[in-house]
C-alpha cells in the first residue's frame, strides 16, 4: 500500500484558463438581448450539451460559428459554421426544442446602414442520435432586405402552441425603426408576411419572450430617453392579434437592448436592464405589468451589460462593472431571490483587461452546481480578445443521501467570491495573495493586495515555482525548478526578484506545511517521488531568515516528508513522514530537529497536515486511501497515547488554525483507494471552535475526469476571511484550479 501523498504528487495539474476562442473585438457576444448559448440533454447518461453560437469577425478566418460543450463551456469544439461570412456580422439567438435547436441570424454591428445583404434567416439544427451531432436544415429567410433598407437585431419565440415568432427592427430611410415580427405555423418551414408592431424615431431594440400563455415584445431605442414600450399577445387570440402599445416602465432601456431577460416560470419574467443613465436595474413582470425598479449596479458606463440565468426562484445576474475606462473591468454576480431581495455581489474576476457583452444560458436545473458566464476580453474595448469564462460555485452541491440540518451555534462559512483565473500558492501576514495565472507559464508570479479581486505581474526569473511560503511581509520562501532540477530560493521584495539559491536536486517540498517557524529558524522537510523506496529525506534549518540554510538532520526510512508541526508553548517540533506501512511515521523532536523519536509507526501514520493542540498533542487527519485504515481526524500526545476523534469521509489534506479561534479541517477525494462511500465525489471542509466537535462547512465536487479533489484553507485575510484553494473541482475551469474568500460564521 502507498500513502494518499506519494499518489498525489504523480498527478500532473493542466494548466487551464478562462479563454476560449478568439474574436475580433471585446464585445462579440453582442446582441446582450439574444440568448447564444442553450443547454440540452440528449440523454443516454451522456453529460449536458452546450452550444453556443460566437461572431468571430475575422479572427482566424471565421464568421458566426456553432460550438458545442460537454464540461459547462470550460472547453469548447466546433459544430459547424452557422454564417461563414466575417465581413457581413451576423448574430445568432438560439433556443431548444427537445434535443434540436432552432435559431436566427441577422446582421448586427456599430454601425448601421441600408444593404440588401441585411435579411434574416431563421434555421434548424437537428440533432441526430446515431452521431451525437447537429446538423443543418435549410436556412428559411423570414425578411428580405433591399438597397433602400435592410433588417437588424432578429429575436426568436416559442409560444405555448408550438408557433415561431421572429421579430426584427427594420431600417427606415430617415433613420428610424419599424419592429416587425412574423410567425410560422408549420414548424418553421415557412414564415408569414411581417406584422407591423410599432416605429421608432432611431436605432430600435428590444426583447420578445414567451412567458406561459403570452408574448410580450418589450423594447425602445438609441438614445431616445424616452420610456419602455411594450406590447403583449395572448396565445389563444388570432395570429396577427397584439394588444396595444403602452408604456412598459418610464426609464428608457440604452439602444433598447441593453438587457437581459427570462421568464420566471410562473407567467412573467424576471428583467434587468441598463437605463439611459447607464445604470443596471432590475425588474419583475407579473404577467401584466412591470413592478418597481431595484438597483443593481450604480457605476455608469457605455458597456456594463448583464447576463442572467434562472434556477428555481433565484435568479443570477452577473455583469461587468467599470474600473478604468475602456480598459478595466470586474466580472461580478449578484442574485435575486423569490421576494426580488438583492444578494451581495460578489466579484468572479478583477484582473485589469476589458470585459465586453456578457451572454448566459436562461435556466438552469436545480441542483447544478454551478452557474457559468461567457463574456468578451480584451487588452481594451478597442482590440482583438477572446470570449472567456467565468462561473459562480454554488454551495448547494447534494451530497449522495440526505444532508443533515446545522447544528445550532455551528461554525458555518459564507462565500465572499470565487475565482478559476489564477492557482493560488500563499497568503502572507499582510493579505497578500500570491498566484500563477491559470493556464500561464509556472515562472509567472502574480500579487493581490485587495483579496484577489485584481491581480499584478510581480517578478519572473525564478524558476518554475511549485510551492511558496510567505516568512514575514515581502518576504517569500519558494521551491522552484529549473531544467528538472529543484532548488530552495529567497525574495525579500514580495517576489520580484530571487536569489540565496539551494540546490536540492531531485528532492522539493511537497507543500507549504512543509516548512515551520519557531522563534528565529525556519525548518524546512525534504520530500520526493522519484522511487517508492525509502531514501534519505533532509530536514534543513535557517537562523538568517531564509539567506542561509544547512541540514539539521537526516532521516534515512522514509519515502515521503510530508508536514513539520511546532508546539508554540515549548518548541517540541513534529514530522509527519510516509509513505508505504514500512515507511510512514510521526516523529518528535525536543532539540530543534537535531534528534528524533518515533511516536507512531505503519500505514495509519501516514498524515499529510497537522496542528499541535492547546494540550501539546499533535491533532493530525490520516491520509490513508485503503481499507481497513478508513481515514481518522486523530490526536496523538507527547507520550504516545493515540485518540480518534471521528471517521473522514475522504483522506486529509489540510488542518489549519481559523482567526477568532477554532480550526479547519480538509477532506479530498481521490480516485484510487477504497475508503470512499459509493457515489461520494466531494472534497469538504470541516470546522471546529475547539478542535474536538466538527462540522461540515462546504463541500466542492470533482470535475469529470479529475483524479484528485481538494479544497484547503491556505491562508488568511487582514479582515479574518479564509482563502481556501482548490483542486479538481467541478466549476473552476478545465483543471479545476482556483481560490474562494469565505467568511466565517458563527
Avoid at 3 to 9: I, N, P, Q, R, Y
Avoid at 65 to 78: I, M, Q
Avoid at 361 to 379: F, R
Avoid at 401 to 424: C, I, K, W, Y
Wanted: charge should be neutral; include cysteine; proline fraction near 5%.
Amino acid at each position: 500500500m502507498t500513502g494518499w501523498v506519494g499518489a498525489v504528487l504523480a498527478v500532473v495539474v493542466a494548466a487551464s484558463g478562462t479563454g476560449l476562442v478568439p474574436v475580433g473585438a471585446g464585445n462579440a457576444l453582442t446582441l446582450p438581448a439574444q440568448r447564444h448559448i442553450v443547454r440540452i440533454d440528449t440523454g443516454d447518461n451522456r453529460p449536458p450539451t452546450w452550444l453556443v453560437a460566437i461572431q468571430h469577425a475575422g479572427a482566424e478566418g471565421k464568421g458566426l460559428v456553432l460550438y458545442r460543450s460537454e464540461d459547462a463551456l470550460r472547453t469548447v469544439r466546433r459544430v459547424a459554421d452557422i454564417q461563414p461570412n466575417a465581413s457581413h456580422t451576423d448574430r445568432a439567438e438560439l433556443l431548444a426544442v427537445g434535443r434540436d435547436v432552432a435559431l436566427v441570424y441577422s446582421y448586427e454591428g456599430p454601425q448601421l446602414a441600408a444593404s440588401s445583404q441585411h435579411d434574416v434567416y431563421f434555421q434548424w439544427w437537428r440533432y441526430q442520435p446515431g452521431a451525437n451531432t447537429w446538423a443543418p436544415e435549410p436556412a428559411v429567410r423570414v425578411f428580405d432586405a433591399d438597397a433602400s433598407t435592410g433588417y437588424s437585431r432578429a429575436l426568436l419565440a416559442r409560444d405555448s402552441n408550438g408557433r415561431l415568432w421572429v421579430q426584427a427592427f427594420r431600417l427606415e430611410r430617415d433613420g428610424g425603426s419599424t419592429a416587425v415580427v412574423a410567425v410560422s405555423v408549420d414548424g418553421g418551414q415557412r414564415f408569414g408576411s411581417e406584422q407591423v408592431l410599432d416605429t421608432v424615431r432611431r436605432r430600435g431594440g428590444g426583447r420578445l419572450l414567451s412567458v406561459g400563455t403570452k408574448l410580450v415584445f418589450l423594447y425602445g431605442m438609441h438614445d431616445g430617453f424616452e420610456p419602455a414600450r411594450m406590447r403583449i399577445r395572448s396565445d389563444s387570440d388570432p395570429v396577427g392579434a397584439w394588444g396595444a402599445v403602452r408604456q412598459a416602465f418610464p426609464d428608457g432601456i440604452y439602444h433598447g437592448a441593453a438587457l437581459s431577460a427570462v421568464a420566471d416560470g410562473r407567467g412573467g419574467m424576471h428583467l434587468v436592464y441598463k437605463d439611459e443613465a447607464e445604470k443596471l436595474y432590475y425588474r419583475r413582470f407579473d404577467g401584466d405589468s412591470f413592478g418597481a425598479r431595484v438597483l443593481v449596479e450604480s457605476s455608469p458606463d457605455w458597456a456594463t451589460q448583464p447576463a442572467t440565468t434562472r434556477i428555481g426562484d433565484t435568479l443570477y445576474v452577473f455583469y461587468n462593472r467599470v474600473r478604468t475606462l475602456n480598459t478595466h473591468y470586474e466580472l461580478r454576480v449578484r442574485t435575486v431571490d423569490a421576494k426580488g431581495s438583492l444578494g451581495s455581489a460578489v466579484t468572479l474576476e478583477g484582473n485589469a483587461t476589458y470585459k465586453g457583452y456578457l451572454n448566459a444560458v436562461d435556466v438552469l436545473p436545480a441542483g447544478s452546481s454551478e452557474v457559468p458566464c461567457l463574456y468578451g476580453e480584451a487588452v481594451d474595448a478597442n482590440a482583438r480578445g477572446t470570449v472567456s469564462r467565468v462561473s459562480l460555485v454554488l454551495a448547494n452541491e447534494p451530497p449522495p443521501g440526505p444532508e443533515p440540518e446545522p447544528e445550532p451555534g455551528a461554525m458555518g462559512l459564507d462565500l465572499v467570491r470565487s475565482s478559476a483565473t489564477h492557482e493560488l500558492l500563499a497568503v502572507d501576514g499582510a493579505g497578500t495573495l500570491y498566484a500563477l495565472p491559470a493556464g500561464g507559464p509556472r515562472s509567472r508570479l502574480m500579487a493581490s493586495t485587495d483579496g484577489g479581486v485584481t491581480f499584478s505581474a510581480r517578478g519572473q526569473g525564478g524558476g518554475n515555482l511549485w510551492t511558496l511560503v510567505a516568512m514575514d511581509v515581502g518576504t517569500l520562501l519558494a521551491v522552484a525548478s529549473d531544467s528538472g532540477v529543484f532548488f530552495l530560493q529567497r525574495s525579500t521584495d514580495g517576489g520580484m526578484t530571487w536569489g540565496n539559491k539551494v540546490r536540492l536536486g531531485s528532492y522539493r517540498a511537497h507543500g507549504p506545511r512543509s516548512f515551520a517557524r519557531w522563534g528565529g529558524t525556519w525548518f524546512f522537510l525534504e520530500s520526493q517521488t522519484a522511487t517508492s523506496s525509502a531514501v534519505p529525506l533532509r530536514l534543513w534549518a535557517s537562523t538568517d531568515g531564509g539567506a542561509t540554510w544547512a541540514v539539521r538532520s537526516t532521516l534515512t526510512a522514509h519515502r515521503q516528508g510530508y508536514a513539520l508541526a511546532v508546539d508554540p508553548g515549548t518548541g517540541a517540533l513534529w514530522a509527519t513522514m510516509g509513505s508505504s506501512t514500512a515507511q510512514a511515521a510521526v516523529l518528535r523532536s525536543l532539540d530543534g530537529g537535531w534528534t528524533w523519536t518515533t511516536l507512531l509507526r505503519g500505514y495509519g501514520a501516514n498524515a499529510m497536515a497537522g496542528v499541535v493542540h492547546s494540550s501539546g498533542a499533535l491533532l493530525f487527519g490520516q491520509s490513508t486511501l485503503f481499507k481497513p485504515e478508513q481515514p481518522k481526524l486523530q490526536t496523538l500526545s507527547p507520550a504516545g497515547t493515540l485518540s480518534v476523534l471521528m471517521t473522514l469521509p475522504g483522506p486529509a489534506s489540510s488542518l489549519a488554525q481559523v482567526p477568532g479561534g477554532g480550526w479547519s479541517l480538509g477532506t479530498a477525494w481521490f480516485n484510487e483507494g477504497d475508503v470512499h462511500a459509493a457515489g461520494d465525489v466531494f472534497a469538504r471542509l470541516f470546522l471546529s471552535a475547539d478542535g474536538v466537535s466538527w462540522q461540515e462547512a462546504r463541500r466542492h465536487e470533482r470535475m469529470p475526469g479529475a483524479d484528485l479533489t481538494r479544497v484547503d484553507v491556505w491562508g488568511t485575510l487582514p479582515s479574518g476571511e479564509l482563502v481556501v484553494r482548490v483542486e479538481g473541482a467541478n466549476g473552476f475551469g478545465s483543471a479545476g484550479v482556483g481560490f474562494q474568500v469565505l467568511r466565517v460564521r458563527r
